[in-house]
């Protein structure tokens, strides 16, 4: 019977210089490197498979950045500084953590990775070396168990609270709503002024159709984290929006008149809209908690103050 061998979990990606560095850093002594250090030192886990790329062309740099990406673990070999492998690192950084970066003992690091673990090494030395592979195999152990552990200044900067990416999503959250109040505030708007027509048995009501942009998008990018009841609420509203605008084309204007006057949409909208100025309110709060923002207290009157302007006129 033929015997098949049980592929390895996780694929390591070494980055490292391939091409002669130094004078002592020939293309074969990384050659080797990679070979007999390097390579059976990582498989030493059983469940870690080792790889690099020997030769860089054009036709396989989307491949290392595809392995840069994907790899569950990449070690860098920063010995010699060597540029293409710094890039490639700047690569992993911007995507993903668990980097294991390394570099011969004698070497400094740059000032900016040097708040970050490296292991150093010195191959002339046996009980450093020793000492490297204990930790360097703990350093393998801890990607496997903890994958979420930052180790990426890119990363880190990005995505921690305060930091720019929060701070992004809290303004594309604000404006969004600031857009939704608008659009539901002027959709009031323009049912009282329908019914105040019908009361005045005068024509004009389909000058003005509902928005619903603002609405759908909500709707679409669930970009708030709210109850899953505000998202059905804002999926009927929006389907009795759509549902009032086609009416204008279909029906009569005496049915639409008989449907504005059956409807009791204003008290539905404004319970709707005191909701999601609680929400506006609640992401403002939160973006004053922000370490990296200034939010100034009176720079201009709160949305939801003159939403409830417009509510009262």
Not at 168 to 180: C, D, H, I, P, V
Not at 200 to 212: I, N, P, S, W, Y
Request: glycine share 2%; aromatic share 12%.
């Amino acid at each position: 019977m033929k015997a098949y061998l049980k592929e390895k979990e996780y694929q390591c990606f070494v980055i490292m210089p391939f091409s002669k560095s130094s004078n002592e850093h020939t293309e074969d002594y990384w050659t080797n490197h990679f070979i007999n250090l390097l390579k059976p030192l990582i498989e030493t886990n059983p469940e870690i498979s080792a790889h690099r790329v020997d030769v860089l062309h054009e036709d396989n740099l989307n491949q290392i950045i595809t392995n840069l990406i994907i790899s569950p673990i990449v070690v860098a070999e920063l010995t010699d500084y060597n540029p293409k492998v710094f890039w490639e690192l700047g690569v992993r950084q911007s995507f993903k953590h668990n980097t294991i970066t390394i570099i011969e003992e004698v070497q400094k690091l740059p000032f900016d990775i040097s708040s970050k673990a490296t292991l150093f090494y010195n191959p002339r030395d046996k009980s450093n070396m020793d000492n490297f592979k204990n930790c360097f195999n703990s350093a393998l152990i801890d990607c496997i168990n903890n994958p979420e552990n930052t180790d990426s200044h890119v990363l880190e900067t990005i995505f921690r609270r305060g930091t720019l990416y929060e701070i992004l999503q809290y303004e594309n959250s604000k404006r969004r709503l600031e857009a939704l109040l608008y659009e539901l505030q002027r959709n009031l708007r323009i049912w009282n002024r329908m019914v105040h027509l019908i009361d005045l048995k005068k024509g004009g009501m389909h000058a003005r159709f509902f928005r619903t942009a603002a609405l759908e998008l909500l709707i679409t990018n669930r970009y708030l984290d709210i109850p899953t009841e505000y998202y059905i609420a804002s999926e009927l509203l929006f389907s009795f929006f759509y549902q009032m605008n086609n009416s204008f084309f279909l029906n009569t204007q005496y049915e639409v008149r008989g449907y504005l006057k059956a409807v009791e949409l204003p008290k539905r909208l404004k319970k709707y809209i005191e909701k999601i100025e609680v929400v506006y309110s609640n992401i403002c709060l939160k973006a004053k908690s922000f370490p990296n923002i200034n939010i100034e207290e009176n720079s201009k009157p709160s949305m939801a103050k003159v939403f409830r302007k417009f509510l009262e006129s």
